[in-house]
């Protein structure tokens, strides 16, 4: 009977976890948009990817992105059931219209090396990174939007807030992520902006919106109005940006 109610309670404190069946939608559709062929894809480009070199050692924090986001979900997931959804909100929304996007407006780039001028293990990786990952979808660039998404949500989260380490370290990976996107060539300098912008469009609905209808769980962000989350929200990316250019 103990391990019956043990039980209960723990279906019933994470009950939120059924959000995870995104993952349901997610997983099957990006597969078929990767495999599938036939298609006469969008080949995207900017005149300034011609002035970013190619630096293999930006695969540290590409492949961290995966431990970043995971690490991040699951915080909230055990810490604030509150966050965890609005930061799943976020996401979510803006994976969705990255699917939707690439399945009506096939898209892809044509910037990766052939040749590379160093053989290291840094480049060792790179090379297994294009030999798995396609060049194609990549408009707007996932590893940017849910950077900039988690960074969100760290910085909205009262209990972090008490700890500044743990939010610049976490704002400085997310730099460090956007930029080694270019830097490694897997996207354009244009699906960094639309990242951007898809983000700051989102960002009102999901924050703003939500801590006006919720002022308990954050009564000091309820002042903010949707002009103030734009103004952040683009301030915090025209940043981003600016270092990613650098």
Excluded at 21 to 26: K, N
Excluded at 221 to 235: D, E, T
Aim: proline share 4%; net charge positive; charged share 15%.
């Amino acid at each position: 009977m103990k391990a019956i109610e043990a039980t209960k309670k723990i279906v019933k404190r994470y009950s939120h976890a059924w959000v995870f069946l995104y993952a349901f939608i997610y997983m099957p559709w990006f597969l078929y948009l990767e495999r599938r062929t036939g298609v006469d894809y969008y080949i995207i480009h900017s005149p300034i990817d011609n002035y970013i070199p190619f630096v293999e050692y930006f695969i540290v924090p590409y492949l961290l992105w995966f431990l970043f986001i995971a690490v991040t979900v699951g915080y909230f997931f055990f810490t604030d059931k509150w966050g965890f959804y609005r930061l799943c909100a976020f996401l979510f929304t803006g994976m969705t219209l990255f699917l939707l996007i690439c399945t009506f407006f096939p898209n892809g780039l044509n910037l990766r090396p052939v040749v590379f001028e160093r053989n290291n293990i840094f480049v060792d990786l790179v090379k297994t990174l294009y030999s798995t990952d396609t060049p194609t979808n990549v408009l707007p660039s996932i590893h940017v939007f849910n950077s900039i998404g988690v960074s969100i949500a760290i910085a909205h989260s009262n209990a972090l807030k008490k700890h500044r380490m743990v939010q610049c370290s976490a704002y400085l990976l997310a730099m460090l992520i956007i930029m080694s996107t270019v830097f490694l060539k897997q996207h354009s300098v244009t699906d960094v902006i639309a990242a951007i912008a898809m983000a700051c469009i989102i960002y009102p609905f999901v924050y703003v919106t939500q801590e006006k209808k919720a002022p308990s769980y954050h009564t000091s962000q309820s002042n903010h109005s949707i002009r103030g989350g734009y103004q952040l929200c683009m301030q915090n990316s025209v940043k981003i940006l600016s270092q990613a250019m650098k």
